[in-house]
């Protein structure tokens, strides 16, 4: 649908990345030129022909399909405030180090009506319709039109802003719901057939394959697990069906990744049906989503940082930071943990930790099988309800680098630790300049940062972190406190 992200306010704009939701964009252009040339076919022989294999046709699984996804438009009134929120004072003591610009409002437009494309797709014979949640995000007024052009007003039913599925209702008769796969069992290669209706032009289909499955940290969703696929997806794609060859819904078309086109560039994302299906079901038994939550900021582990903690392997999850209360820190998880395996299977990644735990139920029990200090332990805890302040909380970055040229520090006071949102009690050294062509910018340290520990020791004051950055050499572990939550990066 137009509204995903084409605009310049596009909720997720990465530097080398556009993105546009629904058939969002990321730009990841890559041309291929000077190939060599291919060698003169050879001639074909009429018996050739007479024995060539006939083509294969969709066309059967199409018909099938085709009745099961429906146009959606949804519209909705937005009523700018007359002036822009006050600007956050900003102490003249603090604004030495980070700087401040002039205070000043900004003129709005009045009340406007914004009206948006995209799909959906039937999963019920009642009349449940599953699409993305951007598509009808604040929408007043949703109109579903299905394949045989009956149109009918559209209840949201609820909606997961953080997986970007809904669920809306229509009351219809003879309503051709999907049938629904299994998005588990969706491998690489596998054909994929996006339909929906870009652009606003009518019901489409485009043909591709899986191209890879449990795509995360893109920036898109606060919760991803995308399957990818090259299989066309556009503008109005947004909550259409993604099918397998055998015409089984297993994807809800989310974004696509673009080169400043808008367009389709052969890298598309789907929710997966499991995940869509969760949500759906919590939404329709429960009228909300609940997620499980253990409390725990978890980082990717990077060559760099394995050796930092004197891990033969890069695997795992480290733990960035443990949230007091927490049913992590209840259980005696530490910060500096590096957890492999959950419920006795390996950990690939911070993603799929975040994924796995938020699909469970508060109040599951599950094992940890963990590293400390090299020691091997495992560890049981009771998952709880995720907190509404800590949904949004996203697994923090790691860096790569091998010194800290370029970067500035200053002892914190607590002047600068109220400014940070920090306790007045904090300590270390507050990062008061990165230069930006410096590996460290590149990494991700910010000004604002308090480094709080250089390789597992405490610091207090710029003293103690030259004399443990000496210390350490080329290769600094560092603890870096970032608006009150630790993660670390290794130098």
Avoid: C, W
């Amino acid at each position: 649908m137009n509204r995903f992200r084409l605009s310049p306010s596009s909720r997720f704009m990465a530097p080398a990345l556009g993105l546009i939701l629904g058939a969002a964009g990321i730009s990841l252009a890559h041309t291929i030129s000077n190939l060599p040339a291919s060698n003169p076919p050879a001639t074909l022989k009429l018996a050739d022909i007479n024995e060539a294999p006939s083509k294969t046709s969709y066309a059967p699984i199409v018909k099938a399909v085709l009745p099961s996804v429906v146009n959606i438009s949804s519209s909705k009134v937005v009523h700018p405030r007359e002036e822009s929120a006050e600007p956050m004072p900003m102490d003249p003591f603090f604004r030495q180090f980070f700087g401040g610009g002039p205070e000043g409002h900004f003129n709005l437009p009045k009340d406007r009506k914004e009206k948006a494309l995209g799909s959906g797709v039937i999963v019920s014979p009642e009349g449940y319709i599953v699409t993305n949640n951007h598509v009808v995000d604040g929408a007043t007024d949703v109109r579903v039109t299905l394949s045989d052009k009956r149109e009918f007003q559209a209840r949201i039913v609820g909606t997961d802003p953080k997986t970007d599925v809904a669920v809306l209702k229509i009351d219809a008769e003879k309503l051709t719901p999907i049938t629904i796969g299994d998005s588990s069992k969706v491998e690489v290669g596998d054909v994929a057939l996006a339909i929906g209706d870009p652009f606003g032009v009518g019901q489409t289909v485009t043909k591709g394959i899986i191209s890879a499955t449990g795509r995360g940290n893109l920036g898109i969703e606060d919760y991803e697990d995308f399957l990818q696929t090259d299989a066309p997806i556009n503008p109005g794609n947004s909550g259409g069906a993604l099918v397998n060859d055998r015409g089984e819904l297993v994807g809800i078309n989310t974004a696509i990744i673009t080169h400043g086109s808008g367009g389709s560039q052969g890298i598309g994302f789907a929710v997966p049906v499991n995940l869509a299906r969760n949500v759906m079901s919590q939404i329709l038994k429960n009228g909300r989503v609940t997620r499980a939550y253990l409390g725990i900021l978890p980082q990717d582990v990077t060559p760099i940082m394995a050796k930092a903690f004197g891990e033969k392997d890069a695997k795992g999850v480290v733990v960035g930071d443990v949230t007091s209360s927490s049913p992590a820190h209840d259980a005696g998880v530490q910060r500096g943990d590096i957890i492999l395996e959950l419920n006795g299977k390996p950990v690939a990644d911070s993603n799929q930790l975040r994924m796995t735990i938020s699909m469970m139920q508060p109040g599951t029990a599950i094992q940890l099988k963990l590293v400390r200090n090299g020691s091997t332990r495992e560890i049981t805890a009771k998952l709880a309800e995720m907190p509404v302040e800590t949904a949004k909380v996203k697994s923090g970055e790691e860096g790569v680098d091998k010194a800290l040229d370029g970067v500035a520090v200053s002892n914190v006071n607590p002047q600068i630790a109220e400014q940070l949102n920090l306790p007045p009690s904090t300590t270390g050294v507050v990062v008061t300049d990165v230069d930006p062509s410096s590996k460290m910018a590149d990494i991700g340290l910010q000004k604002g940062d308090v480094i709080q520990e250089v390789n597992r020791q405490s610091i207090k004051n710029v003293s103690e972190f030259q004399s443990a950055i000496r210390k350490a050499g080329n290769d600094p572990l560092l603890l870096v406190n970032r608006g009150g939550r630790t993660l670390f990066i290794a130098a």
